[in-house]
């Protein structure tokens, strides 16, 4: 098996809606290397499942025909109830990125606007 990438090389499609699923390294990577989410293995299954540090948060990619890809669990909490988002093969990955970037950013930290497309030449 090859090693893994140490960066991810990320090309945006413009328009949005025409971009596809993209590469889940995109997700998957950063979530593992820089924020210490740990991933389970199962070499007979075509799944990636990883694990927020304090075990709140679960992310599973998991190819389903006819259902969604990407599953984001999240625990119930003393003041916020537990809840969930699903995304299908073609999201793009840009837009999954955004939502866990929001779960993983340090309270107060800004976070960065991938999604908010550039102003015209000229408006202010």
Known sequence: ???APETVEVEFIAPRHLAGGGDPAWI???LHRACGWSHGDD????RVLLSSPGQKALLRLEPEPDGPWWTLHHTAEP???AWYASF???TPVELIA???DALTAAAGQELPQPLIPPS???ST
């Open 43 to 46: 070499p007979l299954m075509p």
């Open 1 to 3: 098996m090859p090693p």
């Open 98 to 100: 955004a939502v866990t």
């Open 79 to 81: 003041d916020r109830p």
């Open 28 to 30: 998957t990577i950063p």
């Open 120 to 122: 015209p030449p000229g």
């Open 88 to 90: 299908g093969a073609l």
